[in-house]
């Protein structure tokens, strides 16, 4: 379910879900502990939950689930390119497994890079980015993902309160629902599922541009959505405003002020370390997050569409936003 997991009645996070699944004996921890060991299905769960007192060999398997290398995102850059049909999640995944090392310098053990596996590295990255920026928030797929949070809230808490209830629905169920719901007028359900099924989306009025932006953006793009709605009050508008900076990695620049950054290390046969930031040129220009504020209108006219985009960007101007 894109964009949404419902579970006990809240939003959570997947890897709550996957906790759950790994650990309950009915699910996968009788059948891990049975094949591992006693314990085995709590101790993969702490890799994924990541406590801060993790010991090192431990923290070391988390990052390889959920790190700057992670295979997780190594995994699915790739395939969601291939099934995409675009270029931009291929990189030399082979190359970048086979340069993995281990630091232990300081006392501490921390994954590392060989020094000719850089470049590999580097285009992982960059995968990460144009993986983001062109297909995982393109204008559509936010559109969608919009609808698809909508229609499972329309169906209520009950439907996906509970792990059992979240696993027994899959792509076919789901969409078969779907198409079902979009006939049943008057059910609150009903609306969204027809926005998918007709492909009926908002179009795109507005959008600044792709920036790493601050609170100040947010509060200008919610001043433009203000002043689009009040001008053109006939029309329904809703933005994609997002809270949080999307991150495209963790890596600890020379600049940074902010704390929690990672400090990436490369290695050589003869011990020498240097930090992956200060060996790259990718890294000095590549940004570490962004942000993709947009307002999409339900109008079709194109000379509609292109009468609020200037006055949008009129406003946006006018109220101090980046440009």
């Given at each position: 379910m894109?964009?949404?997991a419902?579970?006990?009645?809240r939003?959570?996070?997947?890897e709550?879900?996957?906790?759950?699944?790994?650990?309950?004996?009915?699910?996968?921890g009788?059948?891990l502990?049975?094949?591992y060991?006693?314990?085995f299905?709590?101790?993969?769960a702490q890799l994924?939950?990541?406590?801060?007192?993790?010991?090192?060999?431990?923290?070391?398997?988390k990052?390889?689930?959920?790190?700057?290398?992670?295979a997780?995102?190594?995994d699915?850059?790739?395939?969601d390119s291939?099934?995409?049909g675009?270029d931009?999640?291929r990189?030399?995944y082979?190359?970048?497994?086979?340069?993995?090392a281990?630091d232990a310098?300081?006392g501490?053990?921390?994954?590392?890079?060989?020094?000719d596996?850089?470049?590999a590295?580097?285009?992982?990255i960059?995968a990460?980015?144009?993986?983001?920026?062109?297909?995982?928030?393109?204008r559509?797929?936010?559109v969608?993902d919009?609808y698809?949070?909508?229609?499972h809230e329309?169906?209520?808490?009950t439907?996906?309160?509970?792990?059992?209830?979240?696993?027994?629905?899959?792509?076919?169920t789901?969409?078969s629902r779907?198409m079902?719901?979009a006939?049943q007028?008057?059910?609150?359900e009903?609306a969204?599922?027809?926005?998918?099924?007709?492909r009926?989306?908002h179009?795109?009025v507005?959008?600044p541009?792709i920036?790493v932006?601050?609170?100040h953006?947010?509060?200008?793009?919610?001043?433009?959505?203000?002043?689009?709605?009040?001008?053109?009050?006939?029309v329904d508008?809703f933005a994609?405003?997002?809270?949080?900076?999307?991150?495209?990695?963790?890596?600890?620049m020379?600049?940074?002020e902010?704390s929690?950054?990672?400090?990436?290390?490369l290695?050589?046969?003869s011990g020498?370390?240097?930090?992956?930031?200060r060996?790259?040129q990718?890294?000095?220009?590549?940004?570490?997050?962004f942000r993709?504020i947009?307002?999409?209108?339900?109008?079709?006219s194109?000379?509609?569409?292109r009468e609020?985009w200037r006055?949008?960007?009129?406003?946006?101007v006018?109220?101090?936003?980046?440009?």
């Open positions: 894109p964009g949404i419902v579970h006990d009645g939003n959570a996070h997947h709550s879900l996957s906790v759950e699944l790994i650990t309950r004996p009915d699910f996968l009788s059948t502990n049975g094949m060991g006693e314990g299905s709590k101790r993969v994924l939950q990541g406590p801060p007192d993790l010991p090192p060999q431990l923290q070391v398997l990052d390889l689930v959920s790190g700057e290398m992670d997780d995102r190594t699915y850059l790739i395939r291939h099934h995409c675009v931009y999640g990189f030399e082979r190359r970048l497994i086979e340069s993995i281990l310098d300081g501490k053990l921390e994954l590392a890079l060989h020094r596996g850089l470049h590295f580097e285009a992982l960059l990460r980015y144009q993986m983001n920026t062109q297909v995982y928030y393109h559509l797929r936010r969608y919009t698809l949070v909508r229609y329309a169906l209520g808490p439907m996906f309160d509970s792990a059992d209830k979240i696993i027994s629905q899959n792509d076919s789901m969409l779907i079902t719901d006939t007028d008057g059910r609150p009903c969204w599922a027809k926005r998918i099924v007709n009926d989306h179009k795109l507005f959008e541009g920036h932006v601050g609170g953006d947010l509060t200008v793009a919610q001043k433009v959505l203000s002043a689009v709605k009040a001008k053109y009050s006939d508008f994609d405003i997002p809270t949080k900076p999307i991150r495209i990695h963790k890596l600890l020379p600049t940074d902010e929690g950054g990672v400090d990436m290390m290695v050589s046969a020498d370390r240097r930090p992956i930031v060996s790259s990718v890294f000095s220009t590549l940004p570490k997050s993709q947009r307002v999409f209108g339900n109008v079709e194109k000379s509609a569409r609020m006055f949008a960007a009129d406003r946006w006018a109220e101090g936003g980046t440009v």
